[in-house]
């Protein structure tokens, strides 16, 4: 686009090429969710993989959020994805941090096992939907073309996204933060939202990452299934 080559000639092409580097390289999927339900699901083993919202609703193994909420999702869902009912909602991180505001567990996902069925979209995608109607779009169009990527070209859709915010000398971790940042309120947070289709199971978790407060916790259980939950995975505390 026209702003890479401004920016590439007001010679910024070493962060552009830091940006993408960074992305293609430490790019990773992570979801959010309580620690209750990373204990049910991975230790406890009420569930047997993690699935989609939609196939939960299903399979009636969880209620459907609010009404207003529910209907939301479902727009966005059909708009971007069809009538599929096995998409998982995730986020690109590059520094291991996570959507707080969605659970105070962040999920790190091994990349092999869901590199060939993720893809991209710039933004959050109810918010990318809101943001194509106000400009015009209407449901008999395709949506505008730019915002989404297959995993293996993220690194494009970052450049795309995040190369405006570049200055001399950016560093790593500033760039981490543009990709991805949540302090706990979802009207506050910037990241890529990624799609996976399918379950995932737990051998596709490559970390986990607690709150320190966790390991203070005046539950006498915590600790415990903390302990057991380590003896499993590799755990980290933020």
Same mark, same amino acid.
């Given at each position: 686009?026209?702003?890479?080559?401004?920016?590439?000639?007001?010679?910024?092409?070493?962060?552009?090429?830091?940006?993408?580097?960074?992305?293609?390289?430490?790019?990773?999927?992570?979801?959010?969710?309580?620690?209750?339900?990373?204990?049910?699901?991975?230790?406890?083993?009420?569930?047997?993989?993690?699935?989609?919202?939609?196939?939960?609703? &299903?399979?009636?193994?969880?209620?459907?959020?609010?009404?207003?909420?529910?209907?939301?999702?479902? &727009?966005?869902?059909?708009?971007?994805?069809?009538?599929?009912?096995? &998409?998982?909602?995730?986020?690109?991180?590059?520094?291991?941090?996570?959507?707080?505001?969605?659970?105070?567990?962040?999920?790190?996902?091994?990349?092999?096992?869901?590199?060939?069925?993720?893809?991209?979209?710039?933004?959050?995608?109810?918010?990318?939907?809101?943001?194509?109607?106000?400009?015009?779009?209407?449901?008999?169009?395709?949506?505008?073309?730019?915002?989404?990527?297959?995993?293996?070209?993220?690194?494009?859709?970052?450049?795309?996204?995040?190369?405006?915010?570049?200055?001399?000398?950016?560093?790593?971790?500033?760039?981490?933060?543009?990709?991805?940042?949540?302090?706990?309120?979802?009207?506050?947070?910037?990241?890529?939202?990624?799609? &996976?289709?399918?379950?995932?199971?737990?051998?596709?978790?490559?970390?986990?990452?607690?709150?320190?407060?966790?390991?203070?916790?005046?539950?006498?259980?915590?600790?415990?299934?903390?302990?057991?939950?380590?003896?499993?995975?590799?755990?980290?505390?933020?």
């Amino acid at each position: 686009t026209h702003w890479v080559n401004d920016l590439i000639s007001n010679g910024l092409e070493p962060e552009l090429k830091k940006l993408e580097n960074i992305i293609t390289t430490k790019g990773k999927a992570v979801i959010n969710s309580d620690f209750d339900f990373v204990w049910e699901w991975l230790v406890k083993g009420s569930y047997p993989a993690y699935t989609s919202y939609r196939r939960q609703i &299903i399979d009636n193994s969880r209620q459907k959020a609010k009404f207003e909420n529910d209907v939301r999702r479902s &727009i966005a869902d059909a708009i971007l994805l069809g009538s599929t009912n096995d &998409i998982i909602y995730s986020a690109l991180t590059t520094d291991e941090s996570g959507l707080i505001s969605y659970g105070e567990a962040s999920i790190l996902l091994k990349t092999p096992p869901i590199e060939n069925r993720s893809s991209a979209l710039e933004t959050n995608s109810y918010l990318f939907i809101q943001w194509a109607i106000t400009n015009g779009w209407n449901i008999n169009n395709p949506l505008p073309a730019g915002y989404m990527s297959v995993w293996s070209e993220k690194h494009k859709l970052g450049v795309t996204k995040l190369g405006k915010y570049l200055n001399t000398g950016t560093t790593e971790n500033q760039i981490c933060k543009l990709i991805l940042s949540s302090n706990g309120n979802r009207n506050n947070d910037v990241f890529i939202e990624l799609y &996976i289709y399918g379950k995932i199971v737990s051998t596709a978790v490559d970390k986990i990452k607690l709150p320190k407060l966790l390991l203070t916790s005046p539950d006498p259980r915590k600790k415990n299934q903390i302990n057991e939950l380590k003896r499993k995975f590799n755990v980290e505390f933020y």
